[in-house]
């Protein structure tokens, strides 16, 4: 200190540290006082004895006072949750909470909770222990509210007004979860190296994590961003000024606001999220009064699947949603939402993305008018202003089935096979046909078929062009339901037999030019049992390549999740697995991907990037045809396959599980058009969990979702090659359009 | 006596290439760099803010040293770090698989190299002491090592990676202590045998290398010795700790004096005669399905649950002071008590929560 070029005392510099300090972070009247309340109030052991103390021991003192400001309307909850049955989901946990109303109402992160947690209990401040109520949820921001059942007044915090949060200042993340030092008789926690500080005060033994506001208005509006140490060692806690301020409540939320909780893989990357608590506030008398709140839907797809595209027209209207009762229709442009301009689709998300079911919101569209008569291509347009209420679940969307298998070796639309009673069996489609036209829309490729089927609806007649040999020939049909066609029990809605590829080869056109591109560099691969190695993970993995392979026509992935610990015990070879499912995989062109846990029993949900990188490892070397990427487990690697599914509804074509059902609690996702679900669920007809798989089938079917079930004898301990047959075939015809 | 080894998964590696981006981050500097605003006055302040800190790393560095053992041919690292604490060359470290060796060798911050001579170890603190054969070494004071709490702004010096070789000084992270708790009060949560005082560290310090490396605050003052990588597996979060110096100096003077372990009170060790729900004069529900909540079934009459007022319908959420979300997990919480001492349960009646205090069953203990 002696070498400073000033000439300043120490007793002015502390004053301008501070000072200074509060032009450098943070709001100018935060720290100069606050640091120096932080002094009086430091213990003795950590407070500078006789120099006065530099800038960072300042700041050290006002982020202590700051987290001791608010520790006391910090809570701890613990979750207690005796029906999981995932043993990897631990049965009691604890989280923190903030008081947000002095009656005993305290809010945490919806992370927090398992599904079915059967006992909430809350820590007072003051060490005593009371049970907690889950009053309601906002399913938006994933907050919850919980009511103590307790005649206490609960210490309310003081909270940040959200003018005064900016970039840069001071966050600190406050949890409750470690248990403080007990001063015991165990000698070994005192020493006698320090004069004792100040008693242990209960409310101030909070954990922090010191950071700043690294962004406001985060994931579509709903988030402040900071890159203090989110963790779940903070959900649910306070994230606090350097005045103790609350800010916001900590919380993992989805990037793409897709709901839920899975934004926790950001955890140590230094990106962190938590809901402004100024948003909470607000809404708090909507949730006290028991009523969750839900993300609120308008039911519209634009055209753009790009976010950043400058087209924002609607491209599709789901029946049933405030947009179709509101008069807006195919081709509007939307102008504005709530006065406020939209030109880009990210626009529109950030507007919509924060809103609750039953928000109104205020939308303009734009729409085309033909001129009636007249030479001239004029094309007039008008405005149109309408007024809706956004709700919180729109009718599932019902896919549409013409009830063909397309060729793989070829992108025409070309019939390798014709789904049995199907409109197109009705109709006399048979395999070799090439459809021409849907309607007056002429089809280039099959993925046009799929696109306008997924523009069509169950019921609706159409006309479809086609040509068998040198002759053209028209059809009329009325669609099928898709989820209604496919899904049952497997020896009923599994065709018995389906082509092989062979069988194709030797019949359709074309087939000649598509194997004489031999130029394709990934057809050198190596084919056969291939291992995998990921660098980074210690799971097990490898791979079976038909060996027919030619590396044009991209081929359908099994991914095994082992182990199997039930069915099959102990968890088989890799080589036994590769042996029962190489001829298959052969006969209906598709890869097989094992891959294996860590843990020598179970799967951990956090083991899904190991699964997503085997995956991408052999799809960078193969072609894949995610249409037909399907997971594949028993038992715990069953539920993993099914939530996967489930919840990754861009990645994964569908699941076979066995003995598993759906988790409790995990959201079932709605039908959705160029995403179709399939699921295979087998069990054993004397299961312990039959009626929660049973369950499961009729969630998936209500929304929408294919199911084919089947039941096996106890007595038979594994799969045979029949019921491996039937899931070749089920995963040959997930391309069933 | 082989403690355990870390569990290097797959989320434990990724975020390994995070923490590590994150270090590189903070290995040079630890004052943000928002002070060398465009204020004129700040260069002077950061200046002066900067000398004793720059004198204490200075200190601190030349007082880490790295230790290369046994581990390399497993696969597992063979190297960590270790903390001066002697002029004749006392090191004190954590204890793991590395000292498991018949030659341990030790790197000055110098570079320096010298043959190391295991003093003592203890297990159970998964502390160990070291010595080399040196005079005048810079090392830390036992007798001047500090307490910190929940903000107390931190130095950590160690060498995480093997990233300093040679003569190369130990890497530097600055941090705060986030929590000061016990790793025992959470039963099967961590998988270690030391069960004592920890501090928390708000900084990824504990990686691969680091155990051993010392924890200072801004004064240079010694808090800690960095532990080993840990983690809760309740929410798999990696736990970031140091052994605090100044509350373990007794156990770490027997170690220095080359006692070895102490003999300590085993806590975590079954008692040979546990409670059992039928002596306490209780039945739960039958446990039908894989995990059943824990509620009482039947009250035995004249038994210690009677006594106590429990009814039949309460559901039991706490044993002791440890949650307890099933049959199972009573029946196991109830196995590490002994029967010669009460048992408080805490079960919920409706929506309150109720406290009772079984006392040991007459002639409990035979």
Same mark, same amino acid.
């Given at each position: ?49 006789? =120099? ?37 989901? !631990? ?71 959200? !003018? ?142 790009? !976010? ?75 405005? /149109? ?78 006309? /479809? ?41 030797? =019949? ?105 990188? !085997? ?82 089938? =009729? ?39 | ?366």
């Amino acid at each position: 200190m002696t070498t400073s070029p000033t000439s300043l005392k120490p007793t002015r510099r502390i004053i301008l540290s501070a000072s200074l300090l509060a032009v450098c972070f943070l709001a100018p009247y935060a720290v100069s006082s606050s640091a120096q309340d932080a002094r009086k109030s430091a213990p003795a052991a950590t407070e500078p004895a006789v =120099t006065a103390p530099d800038i960072s021991e300042l700041e050290e003192l006002a982020i202590r006072a700051a987290a001791r400001h608010v520790a006391p309307s910090v809570i701890r909850i613990e979750i207690l949750d005796a029906t999981s049955t995932d043993a990897s989901i !631990a049965s009691s946990s604890r989280a923190s909470a903030i008081v947000i109303h002095e009656d005993g109402y305290i809010v945490a992160s919806a992370a927090s909770f398992t599904p079915n947690a059967t006992t909430i209990l809350a820590q007072l401040p003051d060490g005593k222990r009371v049970a907690a109520k889950r009053i309601a949820t906002d399913k938006t921001r994933q907050i919850v509210l919980l009511k103590l059942e307790s005649s206490a007044k609960l210490a309310v915090p003081e909270t940040a007004p959200l !003018a005064e949060v900016a970039v840069g200042h001071w966050a600190i993340a406050v949890g409750r979860m470690f248990d403080p030092v007990k001063p015991t008789t165990n000698q070994t926690t005192d020493s006698t190296t320090n004069p004792d500080p100040e008693k242990p005060n209960p409310a101030a033994e909070v954990n922090l994590s010191v950071g700043v506001v690294s962004a406001l208005d985060r994931v579509w509006g709903k988030a402040i961003q900071t890159d203090a140490k989110i963790s779940p060692n903070n959900y649910g806690g306070p994230l606090v000024d350097i005045r103790g301020r609350v800010i916001a409540i900590i919380t993992p939320l989805p990037l793409d606001g897709a709901g839920g909780t899975e934004g926790g893989e950001l955890y140590d990357s230094g990106i962190g999220f938590a809901v402004p608590w100024a948003h909470v506030v607000a809404n708090f008398k909507k949730l006290s009064a028991g009523n969750d709140l839900k993300p609120g839907k308008l039911g519209i797809r634009l055209s753009s699947s790009d !976010a950043h595209a400058s087209d924002v027209t609607i491209g599709a209207i789901s029946p049933g949603s405030p947009a179709r009762s509101a008069g807006l229709a195919l081709g509007d442009r939307i102008i504005s939402i709530d006065g406020a301009t939209i030109t880009r689709p990210s626009e529109l998300s950030r507007l919509i993305q924060p809103k609750y079911a039953g928000d109104r919101i205020k939308i303009v569209v734009e729409r085309a008018l033909r001129t009636t008569g007249g030479a001239k291509n004029l094309t007039k347009s008008e405005r /149109i202003e309408r007024e809706l209420e956004l709700i919180a679940e729109l009718p599932p969307y019902r896919r549409a089935l013409l009830g063909v298998l397309p060729a793989r070796d070829s992108s025409l639309p070309t019939v390798r096979a014709v789904w049995p009673n199907s409109p197109a069996a009705k109709a006399g489609i048979q395999p070799g046909d090439r459809m021409m036209k849907f309607g007056d829309k002429l089809l280039l490729t099959s993925a046009e078929l799929v696109a306008q089927l997924a523009d069509s609806a169950p019921g609706d007649r159409i006309t /479809i062009e086609y040509q068998r040999g040198e002759e053209r020939k028209t059809a009329e049909m009325e669609l099928a339901d898709a989820s209604e066609a496919t899904s049952g029990r497997s020896d009923r809605s599994l065709p018995a037999t389906l082509p092989m590829r062979d069988k194709i080869e030797a =019949t359709a056109p074309g087939d000649a030019t598509a194997n004489s591109e031999t130029a394709n560099p990934k057809a050198k691969q190596p084919l056969g049992i291939v291992p995998i190695k990921l660098p980074e993970f210690k799971n097990a993995v490898s791979t079976y390549i038909p060996p027919r392979f030619n590396g044009t026509v991209p081929l359908g992935m099994l991914v095994a999740l082992i182990p199997q610990s039930v069915v099959t015990q102990p968890a088989p070879k890799d080589a036994d697995q590769i042996a029962q499912w190489r001829e298959l995989c052969d006969r209906h062109e598709f890869m097989l991907l094992i891959v294996r846990s860590t843990d020598p029993t179970s799967w951990s949900p956090a083991e899904a990037d190991v699964i997503r990188r !085997a995956v991408e490892s052999v799809a960078a070397r193969y072609p894949l045809d995610r249409s037909r990427l399907v997971l594949h487990g028993n038992d715990s690697a069953g539920t993993l396959a099914l939530s996967l599914a489930v919840t990754q509804r861009k990645a994964i074509r569908g699941a076979i599980a066995i003995e598993a059902a759906l988790p409790i609690g995990v959201e079932m996702p709605q039908s959705e058009p160029l995403e179709p679900l399939s699921v295979f669920l087998l069990r054993a007809d004397t299961s312990r969990q039959a009626k929660r798989i049973d369950a499961t089938a =009729t969630q998936l079917r209500k929304a929408q979702h294919s199911v084919t079930t089947k039941t096996i004898a106890a007595t038979r301990k594994e799969l045979d090659s029949t019921d491996r047959a039937e899931i070749a075939r089920w995963i040959d015809s997930l391309d069933l359009m | 006596m082989q403690p355990q080894l870390p569990n290097l998964n797959r989320s434990r590696s990724r975020i390994a290439t995070s923490r590590f981006r994150a270090l590189m981050h903070y290995v040079a500097c630890f004052l943000p760099a928002c002070l060398t605003a465009n204020f004129t006055a700040a260069n002077s302040i950061a200046e002066q803010a900067t000398v004793k800190p720059r004198a204490v790393i200075e200190e601190t560095l030349a007082k880490v040293v790295k230790i290369y053992g046994a581990g390399g041919a497993r696969g597992l690292e063979a190297y960590q770090s270790g903390t001066l604490i002697s002029a004749d060359g006392k090191i004190l470290t954590a204890w793991s698989y590395v000292l498991d060796a018949s030659e341990v060798t030790i790197v000055l911050a110098d570079g320096r190299k010298l043959p190391g001579k295991l003093l003592g170890a203890d297990p159970k603190l998964e502390l160990a002491v070291l010595k080399i054969d040196i005079q005048d070494a810079p090392h830390f004071d036992l007798a001047k090592a500090v307490k910190a709490e929940a903000g107390t702004r931190i130095l950590a010096a160690s060498n995480l990676y093997n990233i300093a070789t040679g003569g190369e000084a130990a890497s530097l992270q600055q941090g705060w202590v986030s929590a000061v708790t016990t790793l025992a009060a959470r039963r099967g949560t961590y998988q270690t045998p030391y069960t004592g005082a920890v501090y928390v560290i708000d900084a990824v310090t504990n990686n691969p290398g680091a155990a051993g490396g010392a924890l200072i605050n801004t004064r240079g003052e010694l808090l800690g010795i960095l532990g080993k990588e840990l983690r809760n597996s309740e929410t798999n979060a990696w736990l970031n700790y140091a052994l605090p110096v100044a509350s373990l100096s007794e156990a770490i003077g027997d170690l220095v004096a080359g006692r070895g372990a102490r003999r300590r009170d085993d806590a975590a060790k079954r008692p040979a005669q546990a409670h059992r729900l039928s002596d306490l004069g209780l039945t739960l529900v039958p446990d039908a399905l894989d995990q059943t909540p824990a509620y009482i079934d039947r009250i035995h009459p004249g038994a210690a649950a009677e006594k106590a007022g429990l009814k039949a319908d309460d559901l039991v959420v706490m044993v002791n002071d440890h949650l307890a979300s099933s049959c199972r997990a009573v029946t196991t919480e109830l196995a590490n008590i002994d029967r010669a001492d009460p048992v408080n349960l805490t079960v919920l009646r409706g929506q309150q929560l109720v406290e009772v205090t079984l006392e040991a069953p007459a002639g409990g203990t035979p």
